[in-house]
């Protein structure tokens, strides 16, 4: 299994407060709740590298860390968090949305849906967002570990026959668990991929 050199960079209010661009980011950002910690600590083989906790609305700030001295993996606050009142809401919103919209070195939004459900609105909204802003995205479904394979794929199936009704076709999709490690070779050959492509450019 690949090692990761992990570097944590900083926490940042804001897009505008981030270091300079300098290396290629691939942010991760869902619901709360939905497992983006615990996805980013799979990936980088670490435990406690992004705090994972059992209260949504852990991760507060843009959480930058460096991988293998050549990209930077983005942890961001998770959308839809109904407990936080709602001007702290307006603010999560307006710093996920400065991040994603004026980050020019960011090259994929990974998406994290929980592979359980059926999609939430806000998942609609804010992939239709994403779409709306021309800001490249794929699919992270989270959790597989607690269902069985033919629950999986007919999830899936829905949450994609849902997508179709405003998508003409589907974002590239990963399957994945913290907990198995299911799907951390896909996203990181997929990551390596797109950095292999800029450093031929
Ligand atoms: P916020 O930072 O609050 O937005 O949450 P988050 O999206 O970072 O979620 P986090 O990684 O903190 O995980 C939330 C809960 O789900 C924790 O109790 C995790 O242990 C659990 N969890 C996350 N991923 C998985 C997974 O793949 N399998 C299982 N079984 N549990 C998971
Ligand atoms: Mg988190």
Not at 56 to 80: A, E, H
Not at 144 to 158: F, R, V, Y
Not at 183 to 196: P, V
């Amino acid at each position: 299994m690949e090692h990761l050199d992990v570097q944590f960079v900083g926490s940042y209010v804001s897009e505008g407060s981030c270091p300079a661009v300098t290396l290629p980011e691939y942010a991760f950002i869902g619901r709360s709740n939905v497992g983006k910690s615990s996805l980013i600590n799979m990936l980088c083989q670490r435990k406690n590298l992004a705090r994972v906790s059992n209260t949504p609305g852990k991760t507060q700030l843009i959480n930058i860390f460096t991988v293998n001295t050549d990209w930077q993996l983005i942890d961001l606050p998770g959308y839809g968090f109904a407990k936080v009142s709602k001007k702290q809401r307006a603010k999560f919103e307006l710093m996920i949305e400065g991040y994603l919209k004026n980050r020019t070195s960011l090259q994929c939004t990974f998406v994290l849906i929980d592979a359980r459900h059926t999609l939430q609105a806000i998942d609609k909204e804010f992939i239709n967002w994403l779409g709306s802003q021309s800001i490249a995205f794929v699919i992270v479904f989270t959790k597989t570990d607690k269902l069985k394979a033919h629950e999986i794929e007919k999830n899936i199936e829905n949450i994609n026959k849902e997508l179709l009704q405003t998508w003409a076709e589907l974002p590239q999709q990963f399957v994945t668990s913290s907990k198995t490690k299911l799907g951390r070779d896909n996203i990181l050959d997929f990551i390596s991929n797109i950095n292999k492509m800029l450093g031929e450019n």
